[in-house]
């Protein structure tokens, strides 16, 4: 079976985004396959109605439901191809030029999901993460992720990740970085128990990206919604604290400082 095919998700009308994110990507000699996004303003229902109108840390819009929609579509593009793995990535990022040689060789991996993303590339993230699972080609080490780390930018998933992914179609209810990275809030990730690449080979950039096509819908709500919503989030990352300060003690968890380690621009 071929080895880690790339995709980038893009909007039909963001020829713009295609554009500055394939320049990235062939300067760092990598090859990729257009998805095309869902459309929040023309989207089918039924691809909407994959995620649910509202979740555990509040109401999901309609971009953000098509943003799941998408990854959907780039689940589903893999298991229809020959490759064993695919990089999932959005259409806004910049790209190491180590990415090539990370994807050079499938056999490094060892977990279903690996990010390989860092989200807020602006500043430095402390993240609790497991024992070391192995190095991918280049030396970057890989390590289970044990506290959330949203973002969808940039992850690698195996066959069996993306089927089980799709098993959950139209229960997903939280947006999709959160249904991925964030184990308090989504059983698929507490099932599928992602992985981390220290550093990471892609980060978010709006220099690449520009403006969102996403309307923020928690910017929308009342204030006093706003508040009730952080709340939840809190509590739901609270319940994990006890297992999480276990791992720390035992030495199965270490907290791990990622960043972006070459900035571009």
Wanted: proline share 5%; charged share 20%.
């Amino acid at each position: 079976m071929a080895g880690i095919a790339v995709y980038v998700i893009n909007l039909a009308r963001r020829p713009d985004r295609l554009e500055a994110v394939g320049d990235r990507l062939a300067a760092a000699g990598v090859s990729f396959q257009r998805v095309d996004a869902a459309d929040a303003r023309a989207c089918d229902r039924a691809e909407l109605e994959q995620s649910q109108w509202s979740g555990p840390i509040g109401a999901l819009g309609d971009g953000a439901r098509a943003c799941t929609a998408s990854h959907f579509r780039a689940w589903r593009k893999l298991l229809d191809s020959v490759h064993s793995h695919a990089l999932v990535l959005e259409d806004d990022v910049e790209v190491d030029p180590a990415l090539a040689e990370v994807l050079a060789d499938p056999s490094w991996l060892r977990a279903d999901l690996v990010k390989v993303e860092k989200f807020n590339a602006d500043r430095p993230s402390r993240l609790l993460l497991g024992r070391s699972l192995g190095l991918a080609p280049g030396g970057r080490e890989v390590r289970p992720l044990l506290s959330r780390h949203t973002g969808s930018a940039g992850y690698i998933i195996s066959r069996r990740g993306a089927a089980l992914a799709l098993s959950y179609a139209g229960r997903v209810r939280v947006p999709v970085d959160h249904f991925l990275f964030n184990a308090t809030v989504s059983d698929f990730a507490a099932a599928i128990g992602p992985a981390i690449l220290v550093q990471p080979v892609v980060w978010q950039s709006i220099e690449v990206g520009g403006t969102t096509d996403i309307v923020n819908a928690r910017a929308q709500l009342p204030r006093g919604q706003r508040w009730r919503r952080s709340l939840v989030r809190a509590w739901h990352e609270v319940r994990l604290l006890p297992w999480q300060l276990g791992l720390l003690l035992s030495g199965r968890g270490k907290v791990v400082t990622v960043q972006v380690s070459s900035p571009l621009g």
